[in-house]
C-alpha cells in the first residue's frame, strides 16, 4: 500500500467522530409515575443513573415512594463477549438477577431475563423525548404470555 493511502487512512480515523454513548441517554435524575397493574394503584419512584468512573459502568438507584417499597441498585454496562449489554439488579424481593440487552432498538431499549427456574421478566424503558420516557415492567409465570406488571411515565430533574 501506498504510504499516502496509510496515511489518508490513519488521518480520516483519527478524525472520525467517536461513537455515541448509547447509555448517556440515561444519565441524571428522573421523577417518574404510574400505576400497578392490575390494581390500578399510584406508583412513584425516583431514578438515578450515575456512571461508575472506573468502570465507564452505568450505576442506576431506583427508589419508589411510599407505600411502594421496591428499592433496587442496578449496574448496566456492555459485554464484549457477548455483543450486547448486560445488567446485574439487586433488590430486597429476588436478591441478584441477570439480564441481557442488545441496546437500543429505535427509541426502545429492553431488559429481558429468562431463567430456567424463574419467571420472564423485561423491562421496557422508551424514549419518548429528550428527557421523558416510559418505563414497563412485564413479568411472565410459569411460562405465560409476558403481562404489564407496572408503568412509569419519567421526566428528568
Known amino acids: ?18 461513537a455515541p454513548d448509547p447509555l448517556a441517554y440515561f444519565e441524571g435524575a428522573w421523577d417518574c409515575a ?21 468502570t465507564a459502568a452505568l450505576l ?16 448496566w454496562s456492555f459485554a464484549r463477549g457477548a455483543g450486547g449489554f448486560r445488567a446485574a439488579i439487586a433488590d430486597g424481593f429476588s436478591g441478584l438477577r441477570w439480564y441481557a440487552s442488545p441496546g437500543w432498538e429505535g427509541d ?24 421523558t420516557m416510559t418505563v414497563d415492567w412485564m ?4 411460562g405465560a404470555p409476558m403481562v404489564l406488571g407496572d408503568t412509569l411515565a419519567c421526566i428528568k430533574a
Open 108 to 131: 426502545r431499549w429492553t431488559w429481558t431475563r429468562q431463567g430456567a427456574s424463574e419467571p420472564g421478566e423485561q423491562f421496557i424503558y422508551v424514549r419518548t423525548g429528550s428527557a
Open 34 to 54: 404510574g400505576r400497578f397493574e392490575p390494581s390500578k394503584k399510584p406508583l412513584a419512584s425516583a431514578m438515578v443513573f450515575s456512571r461508575d468512573p472506573d
Open 139 to 142: 413479568i411472565s409465570r410459569a
Open 60 to 75: 442506576k438507584r431506583h427508589r419508589d415512594a411510599a407505600p411502594g417499597t421496591y428499592k433496587a441498585t442496578e449496574t
Open 1 to 18: 500500500m501506498p504510504t499516502s493511502l496509510l496515511i489518508a487512512g490513519l488521518l480520516a480515523a483519527a478524525s472520525s467522530p467517536a
